[in-house]
């Protein structure tokens, strides 16, 4: 069984996958606790699941995406078997992780978003630096910035791994701590190949 939080239908509304309507699982627990968290119901559980409800659910929604989310969906060991079982339902998954487990659990056709956390986190250095290589062309390694600090080490961290170029990097506001627009402005001026993410559902006013 799996402990969910909640089970929405939504638009995906950060990258590398945004804009695509789909059935959103967020799977309860987080190993982390950062500073600037947006999800007050990480750690609520709301009932617990089967795979196979859950794999019905999501077929039932008529999404073409399922978003599996956290929390940190990683934390359960089950959570690659039931990505497996929406993949194989025909149904297109993203997972979004915090970086702290190993990806090479989940299925390679699976999107994932994987996060580095900046210092206004409260957990830079927690990424597992191994997750790289795993990374496909089509997933994501995300940066959420809180301040010109958190850029400046981002661009820097960014540098010493050596993914410029070589993975999608996505720079992410932290919502009501810093303007889109002047993130915009920072990743323009840096001329890094970075690229800006909105929380586009909580533009829309969507779950």
Same mark, same amino acid.
């Given at each position: 069984?799996?402990?969910?939080?909640?089970?929405?239908?939504?638009?995906? $509304?950060?990258?590398?996958?945004? +804009?695509?309507?789909?059935?959103?699982?967020?799977?309860?627990?987080?190993?982390?606790?950062? %500073?600037?968290?947006?999800?007050?119901?990480?750690?609520?559980?709301?009932?617990?699941?089967?795979? @196979?409800?859950?794999?019905?659910? #999501?077929?039932? @929604?008529?999404?073409?995406? %399922?978003?599996?989310?956290?929390?940190?969906?990683?934390?359960?060991?089950?959570?690659?078997?039931?990505?497996?079982?929406?993949?194989?339902?025909?149904?297109?998954? *993203?997972?979004?992780?915090?970086?702290?487990?190993?990806? +090479?659990?989940?299925?390679?056709?699976?999107?994932?978003?994987?996060?580095?956390?900046?210092?206004?986190?409260?957990? %830079?250095?927690?990424?597992?630096?191994?997750?790289?290589? *795993?990374?496909?062309?089509?997933?994501?390694?995300?940066?959420?910035?809180?301040? /010109?600090?958190?850029?400046?080490?981002?661009?820097?961290? %960014?540098?010493?791994? $050596?993914?410029? +170029? /070589?993975?999608? #990097?996505?720079?992410?506001?932290?919502?009501?701590?810093?303007?889109?627009?002047?993130?915009?402005?920072?990743?323009?001026?840096?001329?890094?190949?970075?690229?800006?993410? #909105?929380?586009?559902?909580?533009?829309?006013?969507?779950?």
């Amino acid at each position: 069984m799996l402990p969910v939080s909640e089970i929405v239908e939504t638009i995906i $509304g950060e990258e590398p996958c945004a +804009g695509f309507p789909c059935a959103l699982v967020r799977l309860s627990g987080c190993n982390l606790d950062c %500073a600037w968290c947006d999800t007050p119901l990480r750690d609520k559980v709301s009932r617990e699941y089967s795979i @196979s409800e859950l794999v019905d659910i #999501v077929e039932k @929604s008529g999404r073409p995406w %399922a978003l599996i989310t956290g929390g940190e969906p990683l934390m359960n060991p089950k959570t690659p078997q039931l990505v497996e079982s929406i993949l194989n339902a025909g149904i297109s998954v *993203l997972v979004e992780t915090n970086g702290t487990f190993d990806i +090479g659990a989940l299925p390679k056709a699976a999107v994932k978003s994987v996060d580095i956390k900046t210092p206004s986190s409260g957990f %830079a250095g927690s990424f597992l630096e191994s997750n790289i290589d *795993l990374l496909g062309p089509h997933d994501a390694i995300k940066f959420v910035i809180a301040d /010109r600090a958190d850029f400046d080490w981002a661009v820097s961290e %960014a540098e010493r791994l $050596g993914i410029f +170029g /070589r993975k999608q #990097v996505v720079f992410s506001p932290v919502a009501n701590r810093l303007s889109p627009s002047i993130l915009a402005k920072w990743i323009m001026d840096s001329r890094k190949p970075a690229r800006l993410s #909105v929380q586009l559902h909580k533009i829309l006013g969507l779950p």
